[in-house]
């Protein structure tokens, strides 16, 4: 008796019993169901929106690493270029340099040639001037410090003894030979 009692109880409470959804009104079910659709497709937004900045992050990504690669590259290249540059700067010094010395090197030699043919032409002048002849003879002499004087005129021996210094002996022979040249 009690189980019946018991189960006639349960049978009168599942007839009462109402599921949510028929318990809960009809406006506010179709409220809720509008609300549930629209949060659904904005998942569906929001999913959609996140895989596209994914693979914007990702391409931008990609793109970063080959810009930094071709940035490596150019530097490495310019590097280069940077370097080579610098040691022709360096060659360039260097010929610059050398040139320089060879250039004074000239000048100086082209200064006592201007000077050995100034001495040369004013002593031509002088011998023209005066009006002196010199005779031809020649003889082979040395200097009292050794070195070879080649062939002088007599009368030119004493002065010759007499200088000291080679470049006044390299003067004295250019002004002999030329003299021989010219027929003074």
Not at 43 to 54: Q, V
Not at 83 to 110: F, G, I, M, S, W
Not at 125 to 143: A, H, L, P, V
Request: net charge neutral; charged share 35%.
């Amino acid at each position: 008796i009690i189980i019946i009692k018991i189960v006639y109880m349960i049978i009168e409470m599942m007839d009462s019993y109402q599921p949510l959804f028929q318990r809960i009104n009809h406006d506010d079910c179709t409220e809720l169901q509008l609300l549930v659709d629209n949060l659904n497709q904005r998942i569906r937004n929001l999913e959609k929106f996140n895989k596209d900045l994914e693979l914007r992050l990702e391409n931008e990504a990609k793109n970063t690493i080959n810009l930094e690669k071709e940035c490596v590259t150019i530097e490495k290249t310019w590097n280069i270029k940077y370097k080579q540059l610098e040691d022709e700067l360096a060659k360039y010094k260097t010929e610059l340099d050398l040139e320089k010395v060879k250039n004074e090197r000239l000048r100086d030699h082209l200064s006592r040639t201007e000077r050995e043919l100034y001495g040369i032409l004013q002593r031509k002048y002088e011998f023209m001037r005066n009006g002196s002849k010199i005779s031809n003879t020649n003889t082979k002499t040395t200097n009292p410090n050794g070195w070879d004087l080649g062939y002088l005129r007599s009368n030119e021996i004493d002065e010759t003894q007499q200088l000291r210094a080679p470049k006044d002996i390299r003067q004295k022979r250019i002004t002999t030979d030329l003299k021989q040249f010219l027929g003074l």
